[in-house]
Every structure is written in structure tokens, then in C-alpha cells.
């Protein structure tokens, strides 16, 4: 729906995103005598890029509004981002906000971020480039192939495994020199998290045109105030350039992510 926001940026350079929590989060009960205060879970993240500019506004105002579910299952929480480069996540569990700092940089579904960050330890042995040689019994074991290192890392697609797979390859990826340079490295490690259509279903005549695949992927440069996207019909990056638009003069207004559900393809002319 074109006022549902998932995620995104504002001029100032506030970023906000949602992610599916299951289980785990709970909001207050409606009250319709508080209705002037009440924010659905899917309005919170209009409302955080609508009204603030840094990270300590957010928290300072939280508690002037009642957050409520529209369902009572698909409950979220948020990742919330600066230009400073400080991260926090917002979950909302038992009616109580509870802000964390993000110094891991990665957020996916539940189970909540602490029992996250706590998980990590379980693979304490992960590290970049190959493992040692070793020796058992008499005979040599040695890496059948590079970055052995990061053996036993889990390749599934539930939340736990994606947030292990996401922090590692996160903490080693090296910095980058530019937004644009930071920005084409997000997708590369992005596209190891792509849920293909299908595997959520175990009959096949039971599969919907879109289920909880990945529709699209994206990445902020909250620098250069700018947004980039590809989608599961293209994955051309397309941008945004905040800096490109004057608020002053544009209405609100959407656009489909797709004008075209098509994937482009650029023929190759081998010269004769």
C-alpha cells in the first residue's frame, strides 16, 4: 500500500527500516480513548522519517505515542540508522520499548536481537581465510578448497542463520573508499540472502505468485542521501537522489518499485 512505508530515508539522513517478529514482540492494547497518541506498527516508520533527525529524537519522543498491531501475529521491530554511523534496534516487547545499540550492524527476524548477539558465540571459530592444517591420528587434514575458514557458518534461510551470515560477512568485509564503492559491496553480500520462491511450501500447487520471497533488496547511502534497489523482476539498481528533489514543491506521491516486471537483458555483439 502506497502508505505503508517498510523502509527508508529522509533528507536529514535518518534511516528507519521493519522486520518481521514473531512471537517474541508485543505491543499495548488499543485504546480508542488514546486514538491521538496511537501509531499502528506500520505507521512507526513514516513517523520516525517524517518527524526526526537523529537517533536520541527518536528515543526522546517514543514515549509520547501508544504503538498498537494492526494483526496480532505480524508483529515488528526496527532498525534505525544515522549519519554518524550509529545503529539501534527498537523492539517493543510486552507493551515496553527497549532500544539496543547496533555495533554489529545487522538485524533480520526474531527471535530479539540480544538472544542474537549472544548466538554468535556459537561460532566463535569462524574467522576469514583458510583454516590450519591439522593432524588426527596418524594422518594430515588440510582445506579441500579457500575460505575454509568460515566452515560450518549456517547457509539456511531461517533468522538466526541469516544474522550469523550476515555479521560475518559483514565484520570482514573491507572499507571502502567511497558511498558508490560501499554501495555496490552491500549488494554483493545482500545477494547471499535471497529466498527464492518455493522453499516456505511444501506442495508446489500451493505456491503464490509472491510469498515470503525477497521482493526487493536495497541499500542507503546515508551520506550521499541516497537510495538504491533492485527487485526479484529486475535486478538492475535503480536510485534515488534525495538531494535531487525539491520538498519544498513535490507532493507526496508513490511509484511501483516495477514500471516493467521484466528483466532487462543486455545482448552481448561479438564484432566480426
Known sequence: QKEFIAEGINEAGLSAGLFFFPHYGGYETYDAAQNQRTLADLQVTEWLLSQFSTIDEVKAALSSVRVVGLETTAVVHWRIGEPSGRQVVLEIVGGVPHFYENKVGVLTNAPGFEWQLINLNNYVNLHPGDASVQK???????PTGSNSGFLGIPGDATPPSRFVRAAFYRGTAPQRATGFDTVQQCF???????????????????IPDIPSATQWTSAIDLTNRKVYYKTAYNNSIRCIDLKAIDFSKVKYQSQPLDKIQEQPVEMVKIPR
Not at 136 to 142: A, E, K, R, V
Not at 188 to 206: K, V
Open 136 to 142: 588426527l591420528s596418524g594422518i594430515t587434514l588440510q
Open 188 to 206: 554483493h553480500l545482500l545477494n547471499n540472502f535471497d529466498i527464492p520462491i518455493g522453499i516456505e511450501y511444501s506442495q508446489a500447487g500451493d
